[in-house]
């Protein structure tokens, strides 16, 4: 079946230094694939996606690119911020045969200290 | 108006009680979702409506109980609940099942079993 692996955290950084996260995936088909961000207290927001081989999703400075040939999609950001601090997970969807549920890794907790 | 809106944000329930768990989108969503969060973990799914029927049950407990009253309503009716059930409850929805769209996630329901 689908799955998502993503890095343990925490991951603790300070501020502007540089982030990446892993993620890799294992899928049957073509899935699309998501950054979701929860900040304390809340549901989980789409941070960016991708849904083709070389794409590059971003969004308020997080870059994303979906890696075929290495079925990754690391999530980065050049200088992060303290508001930043929340937990990111990657996901998955794959249709065209399969279900459309997504299916999340375990999550990575991000801390920034000032 | 891209919310989706969950209530109560907290409630705490003894083992006996009987409450219900609302959610409401009005993106004209026709795939409405509820998941189980438990701290540091990633969102299990428990129930799918597609079309206001429901599609998938992920083997829950009978003493939780989905309703989708209209297209843009999903209840999680809650009986005689155990304590290893308190966790944050989140709503989701998205275009239909059958894509690969993102999901727009409430900001859950905090549920403390006592």
Same mark, same amino acid.
């Given at each position: 079946?689908?799955?998502?692996?993503?890095?343990?955290?925490?991951?603790?950084?300070?501020?502007?230094?540089?982030?990446?996260?892993?993620?890799?995936?294992?899928?049957?088909?073509?899935?699309?694939?998501?950054?979701?961000?929860?900040?304390?207290?809340?549901?989980?927001?789409?941070?960016? @996606?991708?849904? @083709?081989?070389?794409?590059?999703?971003?969004?308020?400075?997080?870059?994303? $690119?979906?890696?075929?040939?290495? $079925?990754?999609?690391?999530?980065? @950001?050049?200088?992060?911020?303290?508001?930043?601090?929340?937990?990111?997970?990657?996901?998955?969807?794959?249709?065209?045969?399969?279900?459309?549920?997504?299916?999340?890794?375990?999550?990575?907790?991000?801390?920034?200290?000032? | 108006?891209?919310?989706?809106?969950?209530?109560?944000?907290?409630?705490?329930?003894?083992?006996?009680?009987?409450?219900?768990?609302?959610?409401?989108?009005?993106?004209?969503? =026709? /795939?409405?979702?509820?998941?189980?969060? !438990? /701290?540091?973990?990633?969102?299990?799914?428990?129930?799918?409506?597609?079309?206001?029927?429901?599609?998938?049950?992920?083997?829950?407990?009978? =003493?939780?109980?989905?309703?989708?009253?209209?297209?843009?309503?999903?209840?999680?009716?809650?009986? /005689?609940?155990?304590?290893?059930?308190?966790?944050?409850?989140?709503?989701?929805?998205?275009?239909?099942?059958?894509?690969?769209? !993102?999901?727009?996630?409430?900001?859950?329901?905090?549920?403390?079993?006592?």
């Amino acid at each position: 079946g689908d799955s998502v692996t993503q890095m343990e955290g925490p991951v603790t950084l300070s501020e502007e230094a540089f982030l990446t996260i892993n993620c890799t995936y294992t899928a049957t088909g073509y899935p699309s694939l998501f950054w979701y961000v929860q900040y304390p207290g809340e549901g989980l927001q789409l941070l960016l @996606k991708a849904t @083709k081989a070389d794409d590059k999703g971003s969004n308020k400075g997080f870059e994303a $690119t979906y890696r075929k040939e290495t $079925t990754s999609f690391h999530l980065e @950001k050049g200088s992060v911020q303290v508001s930043d601090s929340a937990v990111y997970f990657c996901a998955l969807i794959e249709g065209s045969g399969g279900s459309y549920i997504p299916t999340f890794g375990r999550g990575t907790s991000l801390i920034v200290h000032p | 108006d891209t919310e989706v809106t969950q209530t109560p944000k907290h409630l705490v329930m003894g083992m006996t009680n009987k409450k219900s768990l609302k959610c409401e989108q009005h993106m004209g969503h =026709r /795939a409405m979702y509820w998941y189980k969060q !438990k /701290a540091k973990k990633p969102p299990e799914l428990m129930f799918v409506y597609s079309y206001e029927k429901l599609s998938i049950n992920e083997s829950v407990p009978s =003493r939780f109980s989905p309703e989708c009253p209209n297209s843009s309503l999903l209840n999680l009716h809650l009986h /005689a609940l155990q304590p290893e059930d308190s966790a944050l409850y989140l709503c989701a929805s998205s275009p239909g099942q059958g894509t690969n769209e !993102k999901l727009f996630f409430g900001s859950g329901t905090q549920l403390s079993v006592l």
